[in-house]
Nanobody, 124 residues
Framework: QVHLVESGGGLVQAGGSLRLSCAAS????????MGWFRQAPGKEREFVAA????????YYADSVKGRFTISRDNTKNTVYLQMNNLKPEDTAVYYC?????????????????WGQGTQVTVTS
């Protein structure tokens, strides 16, 4: 079992940047595929980005491709989400998630473990 804690959210103007971090504990971090999801008020949780066990392969939602970058440091048991050129529509609670072998990188149901979330608010 792995415990996940997100940090780095906040309030930023459109065009600005934030870097989210997700620290993992309780299990061998490199055994887990890691994902970032987000949920805006009144909307379903949606996929943002994912990264494989060693950080070679990355996957992005079309809405964030070219603006967001996911990375991981297995020596620090941490996954990051660098968010640039933020837009008001990026406003949401951002969650990191983990699973040893997800059936899909893109779906909420494929992940077993979730953090508590961190709020990102982008003003116009």
């Amino acid at each position: 079992q792995v415990h996940l804690v997100e940090s780095g959210g906040g309030l930023v103007q459109a065009g600005g940047s934030l870097r989210l971090s997700c620290a993992a504990s309780g299990s061998t971090f490199r055994n887990y595929v890691m994902g970032w999801f987000r949920q805006a008020p009144g909307k379903e949780r949606e996929f943002v980005a994912a990264i494989d066990w060693i950080g070679v392969s990355t996957y992005y939602a079309d809405s964030v491709k070219g603006r967001f970058t996911i990375s991981r440091d297995n020596t620090k048991n941490t996954v990051y989400l660098q968010m640039n050129n933020l837009k008001p529509e990026d406003t949401a609670v951002y969650y990191c998630a983990a699973r040893v072998r997800p059936s899909s990188y893109y779906t909420v149901s494929s992940y077993d473990y979730w953090g508590q979330g961190t709020q990102v608010t982008v003003t116009s």
